[in-house]
């Protein structure tokens, strides 16, 4: 049963032998070529009168492989390629902090109605974070303190944004907006050194005390030995969080120096 299997039919090679027999380790005696329509096509040609089997010619109706497409050339040379998506993702996407004056205020409310805004237009793809710089601030005020925010820009919102015609129209028509700062009509991007120090500055969590005198004004002490004295602002020390104040002692301006909140205007 097995020799009539492997016996050809018809005196024509069978092509699962004929296969086998031309990819085989050992090198085989030159066999007379089968008929043309048996041969397998796209693999070898029979053998020569050499013994050296010979690729067989590509065939018409294969496809030929197209040749590289080459840059346009212009009279000042090569263009060059347009760039990739990841160089473009590299360069960043344009984004950058804007500047708009506000009615005094008015802040808070400009935040709110430019987020509204940028939702209800789905522009959120080109304006992203809206800022109103605050601190947290010590305020005494008799004798008493409490912690106040303060607005680092009174009269000012930060927005980041992707700056065109669509996005400019959407910051610059909302209420309360009276415009970009920059140059003339054109709105100037905040350097990035600007924007790192305004982060870092609303990112300090250490309150401020709130300074309501000069040089010069007259103050009263409300704690301390000195309590209830008055006394004439002589120097104020930021980077102590101290101020001098002259005050009469014994008919003589002494100066003595006390804490932001030992200190109010009279």
């Not at 066999?31 to 590509?58: K, M, N, S, Y």
């Not at 090569?78 to 590299?90: I, K, Q, R, Y």
Request: hydrophobic share 35%; aromatic share 6%.
């Amino acid at each position: 049963m097995s020799e009539e299997r492997n016996r050809t039919q018809g005196g024509k090679p069978d092509t699962a032998s004929l296969i086998q027999k031309l990819f085989r380790d050992e090198p085989e005696e030159s066999q007379p070529a089968p008929p043309g329509p048996e041969t397998p096509v796209g693999l070898v040609t029979p053998p020569d009168a050499t013994g050296v089997f010979i690729p067989e010619p590509r065939s018409a109706e294969a496809p030929e492989v197209p040749p590289a497409a080459e840059a346009p050339v212009t009279a000042e040379g090569v263009l060059e390629a347009p760039p990739t998506e990841e160089a473009e993702e590299a360069a960043g996407d344009g984004r950058h902090w804007f500047v708009i004056h506000t009615y005094s205020g008015y802040e808070n409310k400009v935040r709110t109605n430019l987020e509204r805004r940028v939702a209800s237009m789905t522009m959120q793809h080109k304006i992203f974070r809206i800022l109103v710089p605050t601190e947290d601030e010590i305020e005494v005020k008799d004798g008493k303190r409490r912690i106040a925010k303060k607005k680092v820009f009174p009269g000012y919102v930060l927005v980041e944004m992707i700056m065109d015609d669509d996005s400019w129209y959407v910051v610059r028509n909302t209420p309360g907006v009276t415009g970009f700062v920059g140059s003339g009509s054109k709105p100037l991007p905040l350097q990035d050194k600007e924007v790192k120090a305004i982060i870092r500055q609303i990112g300090d969590e250490t309150p401020k005390f709130r300074i309501t005198y000069q040089k010069g004004s007259a103050v009263r002490i409300n704690s301390g030995p000195f309590m209830d004295f008055s006394g004439i602002v002589d120097e104020i020390l930021p980077e102590k969080e101290k101020v001098r104040v002259l005050v009469s002692i014994f008919g003589r301006e002494t100066p003595v120096e006390l804490d932001f909140a030992q200190v109010e205007k009279i």
